[in-house]
């Protein structure tokens, strides 16, 4: 049996979509982990690739929500700009504060604010229809792993 390509309204989550979705959330839960169990300077490395890490995802998870614009005008009103703008504007202040603390709750923040507006948005149609499964899930795991990093670097 041949897979077929998910139409625009289908909610099923396709495997890729799993795949490149709670891969990338992956090494934010490691970070988390890591800078609560690996002996110094380890944890303060741990944190630094997070806020890295987590800062490509969430623009690139702008970049989604702006490319299906490109191939479905309905979904290039001003909000899904804005939203797409906002993902890649608070990765890149993530990436220039010089306090870890904030850098990742600024990413946790984005994450939050990314699983609510994509879940919104696929469920208007501006946006793949199984965002509206997979994006709270998916976001809020990186959120965790986010939110260890910052605790723990507000521990020290």
Excluded: K
């Amino acid at each position: 049996m041949a897979n077929r390509a998910p139409t625009p309204g289908d909610s099923r989550v396709p495997a890729d979509s799993i795949v490149f979705g709670y891969g990338p959330m992956l090494p934010l839960v490691a970070a988390g982990i890591g800078a609560w169990v690996l002996p110094e300077p380890w944890g303060v490395v741990a944190v630094r690739l997070a806020v890295i890490w987590g800062a490509l995802i969430l623009s690139f998870i702008g970049g989604v929500r702006r490319g299906f614009g490109f191939a479905r005008a309905a979904a290039s009103t001003a909000v899904e700009l804005a939203a797409a703008v906002a993902y890649v504007t608070i990765a890149g202040l993530a990436l220039l504060v010089p306090d870890a603390a904030v850098a990742v709750a600024l990413l946790a923040a984005g994450y939050a604010l990314a699983a609510l507006l994509d879940r919104r948005a696929a469920l208007r149609g501006d946006a793949p229809a199984h965002f509206a499964r997979l994006r709270v899930p998916q976001l809020l795991l990186g959120c965790a792993g986010l939110a260890a990093c910052w605790a723990w670097v507000m521990s020290g």
